[in-house]
């Protein structure tokens, strides 16, 4: 399978076995993503074949897929965010009536049922985007479930989910399993692999590195096979000096609030430090983050940056303060699909100067390969779409778009979500390297360890509400008495 200038899947093996969940894993770019398009008939493979239950199949669409039994759920949510949950988990094949129209008392009454056998605690006759991603991704997976499916797919289906959903998940998985359903289960996240899978995959760079058992492949040796070399994922990033060494204060937030978001809160941030943000999904570290950027308008209290009292009513105004913020939903909010990488680089830089202000194209193409070097962004060229990048690279390419702006403020609202073993260090010592500059960073994730390694302080959150901060003794145990409600300064 080749895209132009890119072979992205090359002689690739792989059994998934009746009844058995099966990890496919490799770091951004592997071709995991390009593989489940060719099982799907998203994409034409040009050579090789598709077995199931010994008959060769081809599918050239979806639908072809979902006929031979395949159902996938991505990474991103693909449903009708204006259609009721009952319209998007029947979308397509609604039930009808004797004179062939929507039944949709049918439609709702079965999807209830759904809703209670899978324990999703959703009113199914309201539309999709009246709920969290989380809860958008289960149903997704209920769609998908509810197919009758042989082969379910899933795509980094986690990403969105907090500990609670992700167990249900699993639960689900297991019970699919017994009852003879073949799982491909796609993540970033290793300690979920050993937690449900039977086997495991490894691509790398388009081509097969192997298929192992469970229990054959411990952790270090997946993360060596996936990066082609010996890794110590426990290295230390931090030095000691970085614990202690600030500068003058650069963001001094008092009594900030949205309204039915978070609740009033207090935080300063000095130059050359990280803060995370923690807590449960749905706890309010993105609203808090949103609200000093101006991405939510702040409705209560007062904001300084750089000692000056700052009114920021729209991120335009954060931005010409030296601000920056990566989003959640790097689809949603970050990267601009049809632009290429270079044009999605500079468009924080050509935000600041001005539509009528044109950046020189020969500044335009050196900031573009500074930041592709630096990042080692991997791209054919600085002119690709970057929705033709793997979901690594798109999120490195908007860290680029920030970085060509040299701010003194960076909020990175998990950076690292649906990123692979590799890249996630990458990016953590960019921002421990970032903070050694004296530039200030918010650093949200849902990875404790990794908010361990990067952030010299913890402000935990619950309920829209911060109710704490940790500055010593920074252990997971820790964290999670504090998220918990063990802990309140």
């Known amino acids: 399978m080749t895209f132009p200038g890119v072979k992205a899947l090359q002689n690739v093996d792989f059994t998934l076995r009746e009844g058995e969940i099966h990890a496919l894993m490799g770091e951004n770019g592997a071709g995991k993503s390009t593989l489940i398009k060719c099982l799907t008939g998203v994409n034409d493979f040009e050579q090789g074949e598709i077995q199931m239950e010994g008959k060769s199949i081809r599918n050239h669409s979806t639908l072809d897929a979902q006929k031979n039994g395949i159902s996938t759920v991505y990474q991103e949510v693909n449903l009708c965010p204006n259609l009721s949950v009952a319209e998007n988990l029947f979308i397509g094949r609604e039930p009808l009536t004797k004179i062939g129209v929507i039944n949709r008392k049918a439609m709702m009454n079965r999807a209830r049922e759904l809703m209670q056998k899978l324990d999703i605690q959703v009113d199914v006759t309201k539309t999709l985007d009246s709920y969290s ?11 998908a479930v509810d197919m009758e499916c042989k082969v379910l797919i899933l795509d980094e289906p986690t990403s969105s989910l907090d500990d609670k959903e992700v167990e249900k998940l699993f639960t689900l998985m297991r019970s699919l399993r017994d009852q003879g359903i073949g799982i491909i289960f796609v993540t970033h996240f290793l300690e979920q692999v050993y937690a449900v899978c039977d086997r495991i995959t490894v691509l790398r760079n388009g081509q097969l590195v192997g298929e192992y058992q469970i229990a054959d492949l411990p952790r270090l040796k997946l993360v060596a096979a996936m990066m082609g070399k010996d890794f110590d994922d426990l290295q230390s990033i931090k030095s000691k000096e970085d614990e202690t060494v600030f500068g003058e204060m650069e963001i001094e937030a008092k009594g900030l609030s949205h309204a039915r978001k978070i609740k009033p809160f207090d935080l300063d941030i ?19 983050a949103r609200c000093i950027y101006g991405a939510d308008k702040a409705q209560t209290g007062t904001l300084k940056v750089g000692g000056r009292e700052a009114k920021i009513n729209a991120p335009i105004d954060a931005m010409r303060l030296g601000m920056g913020l ?5 689809k949603a909010e970050g990267i601009v699909e049809d632009l290429s990488v270079r044009e999605n680089i500079m468009l924080a830089m050509q935000s600041l100067k001005g539509v009528r202000a044109k950046i020189p194209m020969d500044k335009q193409m050196e900031i573009t390969k500074k930041y592709i070097e630096l990042l080692e962004i991997k791209t054919p060229s600085t002119e690709t779409l970057v929705k033709q990048l793997s979901g690594g690279n798109q ?10 702006t040299d701010p003194d403020f960076l909020i990175l609202d998990e950076p690292t979500r649906g990123i692979d073993v590799g890249t996630k260090t990458e990016i953590q ?18 990875e404790i360890e990794e908010m361990l390694r990067t952030c010299n302080r913890l402000a935990v959150l619950r309920d829209g509400e911060k109710v704490g901060e940790l500055t010593e003794n920074l252990t997971q145990e820790s964290v999670m008495k504090a998220i918990a409600g063990g802990e309140r300064n």
């Open 395 to 404: 999120q490195k390419v908007i860290i680029a778009r920030w970085l060509a």
């Open 270 to 288: 000095h130059k050359g430090e990280v803060i995370g943000l923690t807590g449960l999904l749905g706890s309010g570290r993105s609203e808090l």
């Open 133 to 143: 991603i989380a809860i958008q991704q289960m149903i997704a997976i209920a769609r």
């Open 429 to 446: 010592k960019l921002v421990v390297d970032l903070a050694r500059q004296g530039k200030s960073v918010i650093f949200i994730s849902s």
């Open 326 to 330: 990566l989003p959640d939903d790097r």
